[in-house]
């Protein structure tokens, strides 16, 4: 989490990869006098209904967002990696979108049917995680960790089975 003086346009709840559900990061926002807050969890709106609620009890201005993952193939070069400590590019980059102006709910259904493959996706990369974990003589069970996301799944996730294992 990022604050400014009064503004967080960035954050995440534990409807993706964040660790504090929808109100106790409203109580945070709160506690850090932010202003405006923007909920942008990793491709899904789930938390949406509940932030806006929140943001409202406690005078804070919501604007719905999302964090979009997007599949990029751009040619790299070797020496930009090198210099930014890294050994490859990277395989997805992540693009915040805001929606400030309201009624959003009249395409809410179409944006939720057009996020729902973005988190599908993240569903075979979790599962390769698991069998990595498992690889080490863990025993995760990849249907425990899939029923803790409330959206999107993410390390987070992962990270409550092996602690719970």
Request: aromatic residues 8%; negative net charge; proline residues 6%.
């Amino acid at each position: 989490m990022m604050w400014t003086s009064s503004f967080d346009l960035h954050c995440h709840t534990t409807h993706s990869d964040g660790s504090l559900s929808v109100d106790e990061l409203a109580d945070e926002m709160a506690k850090q006098q932010v202003k405006v807050w923007s909920l942008t969890d990793h491709d899904t709106i789930a938390g949406w209904d509940e932030a806006k609620r929140a943001a409202s009890e406690r005078g804070i201005r919501f604007i719905p967002g999302v964090e979009l993952t997007c599949d990029v193939e751009l040619p790299w070069n070797r020496e930009i990696l090198e210099a930014n400590s890294r050994n490859r590019p990277p395989s997805s980059w992540h693009l915040l979108a805001y929606f400030p102006h309201e009624p959003l709910e009249d395409g809410l259904k179409q944006f939720e049917a057009w996020l729902s493959p973005l988190h599908e996706d993240r569903v075979p990369r979790m599962l390769e995680m698991i069998d990595k974990v498992n690889a080490f003589g863990m025993k995760i069970d990849p249907v425990d960790v899939l029923s803790r996301a409330k959206g999107s799944v993410g390390r987070p996730h992962l990270a409550m089975a092996m602690v719970d294992a």
